[in-house]
């Protein structure tokens, strides 16, 4: 079982930064891939970006604005989000896949485990 805590959300002007983190516990975090969604109110849970070792996928929405990391060694993940819009505004949760096939990581019905949510508000 592994378990994941999301932190690092929070308001932010519109053109801002936030970075998230999710610490994983329970696993061999170097085998899960790992995976950003976001969930705005009155919206579907949609990809953000997601990391399988080296190999890093964006949703076209973030990409180039949003960058994911990852630090086995303290068994989290990353995601350094800049110029931050209000279309940005959600919940945002982090996912975790064991032998994850790249491909798949959009799709949130392929994760095994969940966080709780961190929410990220951009707003002036």
């Known amino acids: 079982q592994v378990h994941l805590v999301e932190s690092g959300g929070g308001l932010v002007q519109p053109g801002g930064s936030l970075r998230l983190s999710c610490a994983a516990s329970g696993g061999t975090f170097s085998t899960y891939a790992m995976g950003w969604f976001r969930q705005a109110p009155g919206k579907e849970r949609e990809f953000v970006a997601a990391?399988?070792?080296?190999?890093?996928h964006y949703a076209d929405s973030v990409k180039g604005r949003f960058t994911i990391s990852r630090d086995n060694a303290k068994n989290t993940v990353y995601l350094q989000m800049n110029s931050l819009e209000p279309g940005d505004t959600a919940v945002y949760y982090c996912a975790a896949k064991r032998g994850a096939i790249l491909s798949a990581l959009r799709n949130q019905n392929y994760y095994d485990y969940w966080g709780q949510g961190t929410q990220v508000t951009v707003s002036s």
């Open positions: 990391i399988r070792r080296s190999d890093t």
